[in-house]
């Protein structure tokens, strides 16, 4: 594993930096990305100095359009051998549909969905040239859920990454490329302070609330495991298993209470 890299997004807090300690734990060298450049230049080298493993890092926000293109470019210059990519950045929009600007709108679509798409289309090739590789796409039990009150576009856009996930199977497991969709309920992270909808979350029972690090734990090994869908804890099996089969009538009344999530604290 010491010429292999593994590429994460959104690796500067939460389930990204979680799953960033993991990989380099298991000998990955990084290629760590996200908004906040001297956030992930200070990450680096503390992950660096307790572990041996190469980190680089590129500070790209994938709200732009261009950035995808730029990241792989980095990867390429600097013949970064990338057989893991993390597809984990996402945030959340707090105003109500109707209030949201068209361009903010298509900014959140693009990081939490194009930009999935477009990392995953432009490494491919390289994992098919080098025999194999791993993709996940952190998606969220919202993808499952009623929709939500809040943030409504949040989980139709995660039950469609989980679908292109499916795909990249499909049309790639043959090559050794395989697919993981991690599917966590709400997470200790920074997700609902940047959302601005920390208050709501703060409501939801702390039963219902797990550590990034389990959830980047269970993910991982999901994914070595070739795994097409990851929902981590038992908790939000068990609830994801009640989605699934309990009558539309009921599944829309919990709308609100199954609303997306990742927490700043306990």
């Known amino acids: ?36 450049a001297e956030l992930l230049e200070d990450l680096a080298r503390e992950i660096k100095q307790s ?33 893991v990519l993390i597809n984990n950045a996402g945030y959340g929009i707090k ?10 709108e298509e900014k959140f679509i693009r990081v939490l969905g194009t ?8 490494f491919i090739p390289n994992m098919i040239n080098q025999g ?13 859920a009623a929709p939500s009150a809040i943030q409504p576009l949040y989980g139709p856009i995660k039950t469609f990454m989980n679908r292109f996930s499916d795909c990249i199977n499909i049309n790639y497991k043959h090559k050794g490329i395989t697919s993981t969709s991690v599917c966590p309920g709400f997470t200790v992270t920074g997700f609902h302070t940047a959302s601005g909808v920390q208050e709501e979350m703060d409501r939801v029972p702390k039963f219902m609330v797990f ?11 999901a994914m070595y495991a070739g795994k097409r869908l990851c929902v981590p804890t038992k908790t939000y099996k068990f609830l994801v298993f009640l989605l699934k089969n309990i009558p ?10 199954l609303a997306p999530g990742r927490y700043d604290r306990k």
């Open 51 to 83: 572990t041996g493993v190469e980190v680089d890092t590129i500070s790209k926000d994938l709200s732009d359009a261009n950035a995808p293109q730029e990241i792989y470019d980095f990867c390429q210059s600097n013949q970064y051998k990338v057989s």
């Open 132 to 144: 194999g590789g791993k993709v996940m796409v952190v998606s969220s039990v919202a993808s499952f």
């Open 1 to 36: 594993m010491k010429n292999e890299y593994a590429l994460i997004t959104g690796a500067s807090s939460g389930i990204g930096l979680e799953i960033a300690k993991r990989l380099a734990s298991d000998g990955y060298n990084l290629v760590l990305t996200a908004r906040r």
């Open 115 to 122: 930009s999935v798409i477009m990392m995953t289309k432009l």
């Open 211 to 221: 550590s990034a690090e389990r959830i980047a734990n269970e993910g991982v090994d």
């Open 248 to 257: 539309q009538s009921v599944f829309n009344l919990l709308g609100k209470s």
């Open 95 to 104: 105003t109500s549909f109707h209030q949201t600007s068209i361009e903010d």
